[in-house]
């Protein structure tokens, strides 16, 4: 072989090779755009679903004596949480025959949800001699539940204004003001009932901290990833996992579904945080977000919070709570206030911040 041919096929190799590396250069540029965006999925997970926005609306008081019958003034729609959000304001006249700016917010959904909205009225008056709004005034907050059905529109925050108060009554006649309504949304998670089984004969004994158990290992595996790499082999066994424990996960995960309850839902959100149990995990957090469903304290709610990462229940309690009062009654004053982490009391600690700034805000309204 000539020393141009020698020369010609080191050159080729060299091109075969440089070609390789740029096709795994590329690979491995996709796999790492695969790892970023599931690292973002995971991260998304964690987090709450919490969108806000305050609205804004011109509205005109009707002038003395002026009973004519207005359509209702509203607001541009934004989108929250995939939720179509708007506000409306419309003066009424009650069965006293009493005057009322009524005021409430329209959500429409194209899916199921639960959730809580959170609102804060205000409203600005126009500075004198100028086409400017004074600093907005704060007089009411307010958090609710609301289930979002899909193409069903729904009314929250509903509330009247009695005559704008007395001492704004004569000085508004004829004015416009603008109202706004600062509207968190909370979105919560929907339990997901259907768990798919990959065989309905798939029964199988499995050993449990020393205990046989006849299992569905088709239905198990479709709740958890961990148990299904536990009950490949042929030996099936879950280790380091208490029988007792283990049945009453069953009972509730089970299609006769025993309820969860305030003497269960620690349990369960230790089995579920350990055996990577994410729809379960979510079905304790509808539980703990419906008051009327248990007697958990706000603080011992915040500790099962703060134990298991339940960033949206977190978010839902400490907004809840509407004043300082409140705030060191329920949590600050309770013994289990010590057992939270720093990052948990350092959020306590911002919520009672805010509640004092906005009640010296509303202070300040009724002293003008």
């Known amino acids: 072989m000539s020393a141009e041919d020698e020369v010609a096929k080191l050159r080729e190799q060299i091109r075969l090779m440089a070609e390789e590396r740029r096709l795994m250069e590329s690979k491995h540029a996709e796999q790492q755009a695969t790892i970023e965006v599931l690292k973002e999925k995971m991260h998304a997970a964690d ?34 949480e995939g939720i179509r959000t708007e506000i409306f304001a419309q003066k009424v006249i009650d069965s006293n025959g009493a005057e009322q700016i009524q005021l409430w917010a329209e959500l429409v959904s194209d899916q199921c949800y639960n959730l809580t909205v959170f609102t804060e009225l205000q409203l600005a008056t126009l ?67 259907t768990v798919i089984c990959e065989s309905d004969s798939e029964m199988s004994e499995v050993d449990v901290g020393g205990k046989k158990m006849l299992v569905h290992v ?76 248990h007697i958990l304290s706000e603080c011992q709610t915040l500790l099962l919070a703060d134990t298991y990462r339940l960033y949206a229940i977190k978010t839902i309690v400490l907004e809840r709570i509407a004043t300082t009062d409140e705030l060191r009654a329920k949590i600050l004053r309770q013994d289990d206030y010590h057992r939270l982490n720093p990052e948990m009391r350092k959020a306590i600690n911002s919520r009672y911040v805010e509640l004092d700034l906005l009640e010296k805000n509303i202070e300040g309204v009724v002293n003008v």
Not at 236 to 245: A, V, W
């Open 218 to 293: 088709g239905y198990l595996s479709a709740w958890s990833h961990e148990l299904r790499e536990n009950l490949q082999g042929k030996r099936k066994e879950i280790k380091d996992l208490s029988s007792t424990d283990f049945e009453e996960m069953l009972a509730v995960i089970y299609p006769s579904g025993k309820p969860i309850t305030a003497w269960n839902i620690d349990l369960l959100l230790e089995l579920a945080h350990k055996l990577k149990m994410p729809e379960l995990t979510r079905r304790c957090e509808i539980f703990l977000n419906d008051r009327t469903a």
């Open 127 to 193: 500075t004198p001699g100028s086409s400017e709004y004074n600093k907005p005034k704060i007089f009411e907050l307010r958090s609710e539940l609301v289930r979002a059905t899909s193409g069903r529109l729904i009314q929250c925050a509903k509330t009247t204004v009695p005559e704008w108060a007395q001492k704004y009554a004569a000085q508004l006649r004829g004015q416009t003001v603008q109202i706004r309504m600062r509207i968190k949304i909370v979105r919560t998670f929907q339990p997901n009932l």
């Open 47 to 80: 987090e709450p679903n919490v969108s806000e926005y305050t609205f804004a609306l011109d509205f005109e008081v009707p002038a003395e004596g002026d009973e004519r019958k207005r359509d209702p003034v509203k607001s541009e729609a934004v989108e929250l």
